[in-house]
């Protein structure tokens, strides 16, 4: 009989300690995995996913007024390089600027689905330069892929079309989560 009311006390002292660990949590802690931070105001350098092809503004320099592509190429004399900076949060969400390094433009949703990006001069104000970034599902939660989110049409996310020298333009995300076309890699550069 003791040994049994020790071993209920010992349950009981087991499932207390488990329930105070949970309720320490936020539900949004206890439900969300935790995720990699993304290099903020550090140089990165952008690789598709699917296509293997960097993110690289067209005139490789990234000055303003150029659009977004995807390229096969490494060159050091071209200009890979971006950095995400922090905007503004929504929902408890940072809000990114991509900027181009060192041209200092930023990728702008200027005509929603189906639209280039261009480069534009960044302008914190201009939420067409704001975006989200979401991890792409499947990939390794410790060191995950992110879509590259528009923040004014959250439905939309930079996408590599194909392989080789082509544009990026913002596709319709389906299921609410961008896809592997829509996944980019963040490398420190």
Same mark, same amino acid.
């Given at each position: 009989?003791?040994?049994?009311?020790?071993?209920?006390?010992?349950?009981?002292?087991?499932?207390?300690?488990?329930?105070?660990? +949970?309720?320490?949590?936020?539900?949004? &802690?206890?439900?969300? =995995?935790?995720?990699?931070?993304?290099?903020?105001?550090?140089?990165?350098?952008?690789?598709?996913?699917?296509?293997?092809?960097?993110?690289?503004?067209?005139?490789?320099?990234? #000055?303003?007024?150029?659009?977004?592509?995807?390229?096969?190429?490494?060159?050091?004399?071209?200009? #890979?390089?971006?950095?995400? &900076?922090?905007?503004?949060?929504?929902? #408890?969400?940072?809000?990114?600027? %991509?900027?181009?390094?060192?041209?200092?433009?930023?990728?702008?949703?200027?005509?929603?689905?189906?639209?280039?990006?261009?480069?534009? +001069?960044?302008?914190?104000?201009?939420?067409?330069?704001?975006?989200?970034?979401?991890?792409?599902?499947?990939?390794?939660? &410790?060191?995950?892929?992110?879509?590259? +989110?528009?923040?004014?049409?959250?439905? %939309?996310? %930079?996408?590599?079309?194909?392989?080789?020298? #082509?544009?990026?333009? %913002?596709?319709?995300?389906?299921?609410?989560?961008?896809?592997?076309?829509?996944?980019?890699?963040?490398? =420190?550069?």
């Amino acid at each position: 009989m003791r040994v049994r009311t020790i071993r209920k006390l010992i349950a009981a002292a087991a499932a207390a300690t488990a329930l105070a660990a +949970v309720a320490l949590t936020t539900p949004a &802690e206890a439900a969300a =995995p935790a995720i990699k931070a993304v290099p903020v105001g550090q140089p990165v350098v952008a690789v598709s996913q699917v296509t293997g092809n960097y993110l690289l503004p067209d005139d490789t320099k990234g #000055n303003a007024g150029t659009y977004l592509q995807v390229y096969p190429s490494d060159q050091p004399t071209w200009n #890979n390089q971006w950095q995400f &900076e922090v905007v503004a949060y929504s929902d #408890n969400r940072p809000v990114y600027q %991509l900027k181009s390094s060192p041209g200092g433009a930023c990728a702008t949703d200027e005509k929603g689905a189906d639209s280039i990006s261009y480069l534009r +001069v960044c302008s914190r104000g201009n939420k067409g330069q704001w975006w989200l970034l979401k991890p792409v599902p499947g990939t390794d939660p &410790e060191n995950p892929d992110y879509g590259i +989110v528009s923040y004014v049409h959250e439905d %939309l996310a %930079l996408t590599a079309r194909s392989e080789g020298d #082509n544009y990026v333009d %913002l596709k319709k995300m389906w299921g609410g989560s961008p896809s592997a076309r829509q996944g980019w890699h963040f490398y =420190p550069a």
